[in-house]
């Protein structure tokens, strides 16, 4: 049989462009138009395209349009009429499966799976003379494969395990393997990739023995948790506990404790045998300046040209997408999805309100509305990821584009007391608000902006320049969160408690003092911050069963006021001064735009109909049966 050339090597080249410092000298060799399949197992750099081509399944990482932090209490995306509110509003559905389908879904990851089973098969056999290469090749293989399954079970539950490569005319029928089948199946891919990439050379982007170890600790933590734990489940979801078929989404029996000790034991294993992450080893907190700075430099993982920044924080990812501008790619979208519009960028998926108030003080005390003090000035003295995290009215940002009139180059979300040219009082909405001067038709509806993953430069244009931050699949302080809530889970309080106070000591924050039921608040408050917009928080508000309080809240906006204080004024342009202006911040709920609704199933994702009806043994996840 053979195959298009191009569909083998050109596009799986081209679609992995990112990995970076990936050998492709070959590509200057001028193919032919096809070649026999077989052929690409005789040739290393053939068959390194091929393999360079399962990683194209991971698209921009979350770099996309719509984010996945817009299915969370993290964030909501702007726009409206892109079919993300099946999710959210809890319409969800085997016929109407929205945009995270298309983004995470089913075939695109079994058509990864397939190409990974091919390279597994082809390479036990393959007869180019490069042992190590050939090593390296096929432990990146089963850990791609791994990955798309973890993919798949954090989103399904249990689903059909497929390890040959099927022909044509073949009966496709399969049934769902049971969850611990699928478990297990993950782990011991992670295990193989781990030995057959023991000792190779680390190529930015590409699977290494560190990224298979943390993967397999993910899945032990996923498959620990409340969600999977069947008795559990059952006691806290009605539509979970009249399903007939539990075994597809958990442990119907077994040790919990033991599966929590071998989640720990392989988080363990990776803070052993990694790098130590970036400023991990901290006994005391850094300044707010600095903890501000690491937290950024993390984020962009070394990727910016702003000398502020510690390129050496690029340590702390395991996984992750690289973007190449050289190739002509990038994720130059970042700013332009997300940023003001003010700026001319599109406000794609903008923080919440109550996102915003879960940063706590800079003393380690909660921040509330209720709280005279924190409402009049709602923006000061927070934990410092904040400001990292967040654009908020106020806040100083890049230059201004040249038709804006903005010296001070700070965020406008509210609305001010100005004097026009004739001196007559007017009231102006900022720059940065739906009703703005520079475009009124994308601005965020929640008062905030999203700074994560945006490069600080100001000499980069979020608009138009090109932004090669990469994406962290999979970072460091992921596994120590990992091992901290495995450790909690044991009743190991002090463990636990020492490496939480390490990741908030590198971000600026006290230390905490508290055990038991508190310890364990604090610590997914913590990883919530944290790790926010990084794809965890929709996963863990399932895993943990909070979906019903997090997920399924109404969303809350900041209204934002200036008025002048009494003897003051102020005229064009614009700029922030609590001097002049008595400001006023309101909370509000609002539901037009989204009205959050959680329900049960959506604890699990729908298989389509159309994969129903191609597969008779398929069975269906709870609640969608209807």
Same mark, same amino acid.
């Given at each position: 049989?053979?195959?298009?050339?191009?569909?083998?090597?050109?596009?799986?080249? =081209?679609?992995?462009?990112?990995?970076?410092?990936?050998?492709?000298?070959?590509?200057?060799?001028?193919?032919?138009?096809?070649?026999?399949?077989?052929?690409?197992?005789?040739?290393?750099?053939?068959?390194?395209?091929?393999?360079?081509?399962?990683?194209?399944? %991971?698209?921009?990482?979350?770099?996309?349009?719509?984010?996945?932090?817009?299915?969370?209490?993290?964030?909501?995306?702007?726009?409206?009429?892109?079919?993300?509110?099946?999710?959210?509003?809890?319409?969800?559905?085997?016929?109407?499966?929205?945009?995270?389908?298309?983004?995470?879904?089913?075939?695109?990851?079994?058509?990864?799976?397939?190409?990974?089973? %091919?390279?597994?098969?082809?390479?036990?056999?393959?007869?180019?003379?490069?042992?190590?290469?050939?090593?390296?090749?096929?432990?990146?293989?089963?850990?791609?494969?791994?990955?798309?399954?973890?993919?798949?079970?954090?989103?399904?539950?249990?689903?059909?395990?497929?390890?040959?490569?099927?022909?044509?005319?073949?009966?496709?029928?399969?049934?769902?393997?049971?969850? *611990?089948?699928?478990?297990?199946?993950?782990?011991?891919?992670? *295990?193989?990739?781990?030995?057959?990439?023991?000792?190779?050379?680390?190529?930015?982007?590409?699977?290494?023995?560190?990224?298979?170890?943390? %993967?397999?600790?993910?899945? %032990?933590?996923?498959?620990?948790?409340?969600?999977?734990?069947?008795?559990?489940?059952?006691?806290?979801?009605?539509?979970?506990?009249?399903?007939?078929?539990?075994?597809?989404?958990?442990?119907?029996?077994?040790?919990?404790?033991?599966?929590?000790?071998?989640?720990?034991?392989?988080?363990?294993?990776?803070?052993?045998?990694?790098?130590?992450?970036?400023?991990?080893?901290?006994?005391?907190?850094?300044?707010?300046?600095?903890?501000?700075?690491?937290?950024?430099?993390?984020?962009?993982?070394?990727?910016?040209? @702003?000398?502020?920044?510690?390129?050496?924080?690029?340590?702390?990812?395991?996984?992750?997408?690289?973007?190449?501008?050289?190739?002509?790619?990038?994720?130059?979208?970042?700013?332009?999805?997300?940023?003001?519009?003010?700026?001319? &960028?599109?406000?794609?998926?903008?923080?919440?309100?109550?996102?915003?108030?879960?940063?706590?003080?800079?003393?380690?005390?909660?921040?509330?509305?209720?709280?005279?003090?924190?409402?009049?000035?709602?923006?000061? &003295?927070?934990?410092?990821?904040?400001?990292?995290?967040?654009?908020?009215?106020?806040?100083?940002?890049?230059?201004?584009?040249?038709?804006?009139?903005?010296?001070?180059?700070?965020?406008?979300?509210?609305?001010?007391? =100005?004097?026009?040219?004739?001196?007559? =009082?007017?009231?102006?909405?900022?720059?940065?608000?739906?009703?703005?001067?520079?475009?009124?038709? &994308?601005?965020?509806?929640?008062?905030?902006?999203?700074?994560?993953?945006? *490069?600080?430069?100001?000499?980069?244009?979020?608009?138009?320049?090109?932004?090669?931050?990469?994406?962290?699949?999979?970072?460091?302080?992921?596994?120590?969160?990992?091992?901290?809530?495995?450790?909690?889970?044991?009743?190991?309080?002090?463990?636990?408690?020492?490496?939480?106070?390490?990741?908030?000591?590198?971000?600026?924050?006290?230390?905490?003092?508290?055990?038991?039921?508190?310890?364990?608040?604090?610590?997914?408050?913590?990883?919530?911050?944290?790790?926010?917009?990084?794809?965890?928080?929709?996963?863990?508000?399932?895993?943990?069963?909070?979906?019903?309080?997090?997920?399924?809240?109404? =969303?809350?906006?900041?209204?934002?006021?200036?008025?002048?204080?009494?003897?003051?004024?102020?005229?064009?342009?614009?700029?922030?001064?609590?001097?002049?202006? @008595?400001?006023?911040?309101?909370?509000?709920?609002?539901?037009?735009?989204?009205?959050?609704?959680?329900?049960?199933?959506?604890?699990?994702?729908?298989?389509?109909?159309?994969?129903? &009806?191609?597969?008779?043994?398929?069975?269906?996840?709870?609640?969608?049966?209807?």
């Amino acid at each position: 049989m053979k195959f298009n050339y191009k569909s083998i090597i050109v596009i799986a080249l =081209l679609s992995a462009a990112g990995l970076s410092s990936c050998d492709t000298e070959f590509l200057d060799v001028t193919p032919p138009t096809e070649i026999p399949s077989e052929e690409v197992w005789k040739d290393g750099a053939l068959a390194e395209g091929f393999v360079t081509g399962i990683y194209s399944g %991971l698209q921009q990482g979350g770099f996309s349009e719509q984010m996945l932090a817009s299915l969370t209490d993290e964030a909501v995306f702007t726009h409206t009429g892109r079919n993300i509110n099946t999710v959210n509003e809890g319409s969800l559905s085997p016929s109407n499966l929205g945009w995270v389908d298309a983004t995470y879904g089913w075939g695109s990851m079994y058509t990864y799976i397939r190409a990974s089973n %091919l390279a597994i098969a082809n390479l036990a056999t393959a007869t180019f003379a490069d042992e190590s290469l050939k090593a390296r090749l096929k432990g990146e293989a089963y850990f791609m494969r791994a990955y798309y399954y973890q993919q798949l079970v954090r989103y399904y539950g249990a689903v059909p395990i497929i390890k040959k490569v099927y022909a044509l005319n073949e009966d496709y029928s399969v049934p769902r393997n049971n969850f *611990d089948e699928c478990v297990q199946f993950i782990v011991s891919d992670c *295990d193989s990739a781990a030995l057959l990439l023991e000792g190779k050379t680390l190529v930015k982007g590409r699977a290494t023995k560190l990224a298979a170890l943390s %993967l397999k600790a993910r899945v %032990l933590l996923y498959a620990a948790s409340d969600l999977h734990d069947i008795p559990t489940a059952k006691a806290k979801s009605t539509v979970l506990a009249a399903y007939p078929n539990p075994e597809f989404l958990g442990y119907v029996s077994g040790d919990r404790k033991a599966r929590w000790t071998a989640a720990q034991a392989a988080a363990k294993a990776v803070l052993d045998g990694g790098n130590g992450g970036y400023k991990l080893n901290l006994t005391a907190p850094v300044t707010p300046a600095e903890g501000r700075t690491n937290y950024i430099s993390i984020a962009m993982a070394g990727a910016s040209a @702003d000398k502020t920044l510690d390129p050496s924080a690029a340590s702390e990812i395991i996984f992750g997408r690289y973007f190449t501008a050289s190739l002509g790619e990038g994720a130059r979208q970042t700013g332009l999805n997300n940023g003001p519009n003010g700026y001319h &960028n599109w406000a794609g998926n903008t923080p919440i309100g109550t996102l915003v108030d879960d940063y706590e003080l800079m003393d380690g005390t909660s921040f509330s509305w209720t709280n005279p003090a924190h409402k009049a000035a709602p923006y000061k &003295n927070r934990d410092p990821r904040f400001y990292a995290t967040v654009m908020f009215d106020g806040a100083d940002w890049k230059p201004r584009p040249s038709d804006a009139k903005d010296p001070a180059n700070q965020i406008q979300t509210g609305a001010y007391d =100005l004097l026009d040219d004739k001196g007559a =009082l007017i009231n102006r909405k900022g720059l940065d608000t739906r009703s703005s001067s520079i475009e009124d038709w &994308n601005g965020s509806r929640t008062g905030y902006y999203m700074r994560k993953f945006i *490069d600080p430069n100001p000499a980069l244009y979020d608009n138009t320049d090109r932004q090669n931050i990469p994406w962290p699949f999979i970072r460091v302080t992921e596994n120590v969160f990992n091992y901290i809530e495995a450790s909690i889970e044991l009743g190991q309080d002090a463990e636990a408690l020492a490496w939480l106070n390490k990741i908030r000591f590198r971000a600026g924050m006290p230390a905490l003092k508290v055990s038991g039921a508190a310890l364990k608040e604090a610590y997914r408050h913590e990883r919530r911050i944290e790790m926010a917009y990084e794809e965890q928080r929709y996963h863990d508000a399932r895993r943990w069963m909070i979906a019903k309080e997090t997920l399924g809240r109404p =969303l809350q906006y900041i209204n934002v006021l200036g008025k002048f204080k009494a003897g003051k004024s102020m005229k064009e342009p614009y700029h922030y001064d609590t001097t002049v202006y @008595d400001y006023t911040y309101t909370p509000v709920e609002e539901k037009s735009h989204e009205n959050r609704t959680w329900v049960d199933k959506m604890y699990f994702r729908p298989f389509s109909r159309d994969e129903i &009806n191609r597969n008779s043994k398929l069975v269906q996840n709870p609640g969608y049966d209807k």
